[in-house]
């Protein structure tokens, strides 16, 4: 039998933890709550778990310091679990390395597809590794994607980027010159159903890069916008 995947809840809100919980191992999970910021970044930090569901407002840190601190030790993928408006604007502004988020008040069987997608799609990775092993840096323009190394350089300048902004520039490269629309690009890089996801996503992640890949984001080169499709990257 396939071992369960382990989930760590962080939450200060001791019904919300209780559900989260009851359900998750109800749905087949094993569960575990940290019920503020410090006990979530220690046990985050353990490697144990395969997803972190992280709520922002905690006691001892809150959740955006919770999230940048464990992606210094680990990959894991981590939802923010946001009250407010202003919460996921925040999310979805900052590079704050969250795979992912859902709004307070949510329906169970929503969070539940996306743990699943982020569960799939971090699992899933070890292949994608072997594969580019094998594969040769994409060249386009003065953009070298190296995917053997896990780096992005731009005339020998190495970008910093998270793990998605990485992986959305990367499946682009792969298949340089082919518009995606935003649909198409939530479901290949973030691994959801289209009616699941925030295409706003999708947008914020487009403008997060070209702020690093651009001379001058408002003037595009690389990374384009198709008029009534979406988005696409160059040809060498
Ligand atoms: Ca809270």
Not at 48 to 56: A, P
Request: aromatic letters at 8%; glycine letters at 8%.
């Amino acid at each position: 039998m396939e071992k369960k995947k382990k989930i760590l809840i962080v939450e200060d809100e001791k019904n919300i933890a209780q559900v989260l919980l009851y359900n998750l191992v109800k749905a087949g999970y094993e569960a575990e709550v940290a019920s503020d910021g410090g006990a979530g970044l220690a046990r985050g930090s353990s490697g144990e778990f395969d997803l972190i569901l992280l709520d922002i407002m905690l006691p001892v840190m809150n959740g955006f310091e919770v999230c940048e601190r464990l992606r210094r030790v680990t990959q894991v993928p981590i939802i923010f679990v946001t009250a407010r408006e202003e919460e996921k604007d925040k999310i979805l502004g900052l590079d704050t390395g969250a795979d992912d988020y859902v709004t307070k008040p949510f329906s169970f069987r929503e969070l539940l597809s996306r743990i699943r997608a982020n569960i799939r799609r971090s699992s899933s990775e070890p292949v994608a590794e072997k594969k580019a092993e094998q594969s040769e840096p994409i060249l386009i323009g003065d953009l070298c994607i190296d995917r053997e190394r896990y780096s992005v350089t731009r005339k020998g300048e190495e970008i910093e980027l998270s793990k998605k902004d990485y992986d959305f520039l990367v499946f682009l490269a792969e298949n340089a010159g082919h518009a995606y629309s935003r649909a198409e690009l939530l479901e290949q890089v973030w691994g959801y159903d289209g009616y699941i996801g925030d295409v706003r996503n999708v947008d914020v992640t487009v403008c997060r890069l070209r702020n690093k890949l651009e001379d001058d984001p408002g003037r595009p080169e690389y990374l384009l916008t198709k008029r009534g499709v979406g988005y696409y990257l160059r040809l060498p």
